[in-house]
């Protein structure tokens, strides 16, 4: 079984179009995230969301937003795409509650290619 | 600001010999640090968390430090294996919520036959 799956796998697109990334985890943990690695391997928080509670990283620009449909859900829309958001995106969730930290566990990633 | 440094952006061992990863924060003391390790075309998978009460944790081969005085973590394997060959990645959380995970860069490790 899958623990944390996003689609798609790979979305090639072109400047200016709309995308969503949808990610579904079967853990049933409270807190899903968004994060986004670069060309350069880094990998950078964007969203973390919990029960209704978003934390947007700072950097992050407005042209993204999470949604969340239910607690398994967190998908990540993207308007006007532009060359930069270029990256593979992965979402990854964590339990939350009982006194933590606790670890995130990890989708496979969604490679953005943006022309 | 915050940094996370994570030593040489590769490293290459032998196998069975003792690997040694790096990680170096500045300005900040966090309550736990995470060891996590990603394969190409994979997401990071959790493999240690350490909290600042502890001074070493261990796991099979796998052993992480802690030295909050020098702001540092060692992350050991030892007995390396070439399965072991991937990116290493610490991590820390700043904003004191466990929900905000700061990633240091990697270091890509290759342990040859």
């Known amino acids: 079984d899958t623990a944390v799956s996003q689609t798609p796998k790979y979305l090639v697109t072109q400047m200016g179009n709309d995308k969503s990334i949808k990610c579904e985890q079967n853990l049933g943990h409270d807190t899903m995230y968004w994060y986004k690695q670069d060309s350069k391997k880094f990998l950078k928080i964007m969203f973390s969301?919990?029960?209704?509670?978003?934390?947007i990283n700072e950097t992050v620009p407005n042209r993204f937003s999470p949604k969340s449909p239910d607690k398994a859900h967190l998908n990540l829309h993207i308007n006007s795409l532009e060359l930069g958001d270029s990256a593979v995106y992965f979402c990854?969730?964590?339990?939350?509650?009982?006194?933590?930290?606790?670890?995130?566990?990890f989708g496979p990633g969604t490679r953005l290619t943006v022309t | 600001s915050q940094k996370i440094e994570q030593n040489s952006e590769a490293l290459n061992i032998q196998e069975g010999k003792t690997a040694t990863l790096t990680c170096n924060y500045t300005n900040y003391s966090p309550a736990y640090l995470q060891w996590y390790r990603q394969d190409p075309g994979r997401g990071p998978v959790f493999l240690l968390l350490?909290?600042?009460?502890?001074k070493e944790k261990r796991k099979e081969r796998l052993k992480v430090t802690f030295d909050t005085t020098l702001k540092q973590s060692l992350f050991h394997i030892t007995a390396s294996q070439p399965a072991d060959s991937a990116t290493y990645l610490c991590a820390l959380d700043l904003s004191g919520s466990a929900r905000q995970l700061t990633f240091g860069s990697g270091t890509q490790l290759t342990v040859l036959p």
């Open positions: 350490i909290r600042e009460n502890e």
């Open positions: 990854a969730s964590s339990q939350d509650t009982g006194g933590g930290p606790y670890e995130q566990y």
């Open positions: 969301y919990n029960n209704k509670e978003l934390i």
